[in-house]
């Protein structure tokens, strides 16, 4: 079985220019934050934004080469003493928050080959994208779990 016979085509995507307002005004009825994809036109992919982009955004800056350093833990992020302007909703777009390097999976993968990335990368979701990179679905591991329980006949 394919990713693309049991992803979700329902996909909410949001382009470079969405501000930060529109992106949680968009997301707000959902119970958590889901990974978001972006797009630019024909729906091709081009990024992600996770819950921990938009956090990581206000946090103080710390140098990459710190993080390489094995007995400096990552200090945590305290979000209610993020100091955050009244206009910051519409002064930070997607393109200031989003991944440009993130996974997708090919639309052919097994979903074998999927839950195995799943885990590999400590990812609960990926976005599917068609041989032309165009995001074409979203796949998740409740959709596999579900996939497998249909295979062994335990739900239909």
Known sequence: MFVKEIMSRGIIAVQRST?????????????IFPLVPVIEEGHHLIGIVSFSNL??????????VLKLVPFLDEEEIDIFK??????IGNLVLV???????????????????????????????????DKTGKLVGMIGIFDVIRAVFR?????Q
Do not use: C, N
């Open 19 to 31: 501000t930060l307002k529109q992106l949680l005004e968009t997301f707000a009825k959902f119970h």
């Open 55 to 64: 956090i990581d955004a206000f946090s103080s800056y710390h140098p990459d």
């Open 82 to 87: 993020i100091d955050i302007t009244d206009d």
């Open 95 to 129: 393109e200031d928050v989003m991944e440009r390097e993130f996974i997708s999976i090919p639309e052919d993968t097994s979903i074998e080959e999927a839950y195995k990335l799943m885990r590999l990368h400590l990812k609960e979701e990926f976005p599917i994208v």
């Open 151 to 155: 295979q062994k006949g335990i739900i």
